[in-house]
């Protein structure tokens, strides 16, 4: 129970988080086919879950089918997480793929939409607005909801 509650933890701001990155490269009237391109991924990976996990587990191995299963299918997401964690930009100021002129580009983008006073958004986080968000009751209305729907 404490791993899956660890799991579940570490697991909890990854959705939210994608369209959250996303808002820092794009407008909002492109961000939304990026993020259906994101949640378009579950249901195309659920298709090929059960021939993949049969091909794990049906053949004679020295080891249980269900630990190879996980070590096959875990183990590449815990590489990447450490690759993500070392490469995947906060921001567009700080995405080394990018040129100066793209970065300025980003940064000009970014303040179209929110505003100059919102410049300082970009690849920020206010923990004042971490807060209201935390006390604000529809979120944890829909959360609840969602939890027993």
Do not use: H
């Not at 020295?62 to 070590?71: E, K, P, S, T």
């Not at 793209?102 to 923990?127: C, F, K, Y």
Request: hydrophobic fraction near 50%; proline fraction near 5%; include cysteine.
């Amino acid at each position: 129970m404490v791993c899956r509650f660890f799991l579940a933890a570490a697991e909890a701001g990854y959705s939210p988080g994608i369209p959250y990155l996303l808002s820092f490269f794009y407008m909002r009237k492109e961000i939304g086919l990026r993020i259906g391109l994101f949640l378009s991924a579950a249901p195309l990976a659920t298709c090929f879950a059960g021939a993949l996990a049969y091909g794990i587990t049906s053949g004679r191995m020295d080891i249980a089918g269900w630990r190879l299963m996980f070590i096959v299918e875990g183990l590449p997401a815990v590489i990447l997480a450490f690759v993500a964690y070392f490469f995947l930009p906060d921001c567009p100021e700080k995405a080394k793929f990018l040129t100066e002129e793209e970065r300025e580009v980003a940064r000009a983008r970014a303040i179209r939409q929110v505003g100059e006073e919102g410049g300082a958004r970009v690849g920020s986080l206010d923990l004042k607005d971490v807060g209201a968000a935390l006390l604000d009751p529809k979120n944890w209305l829909i959360s609840v909801s969602l939890q027993y729907s």
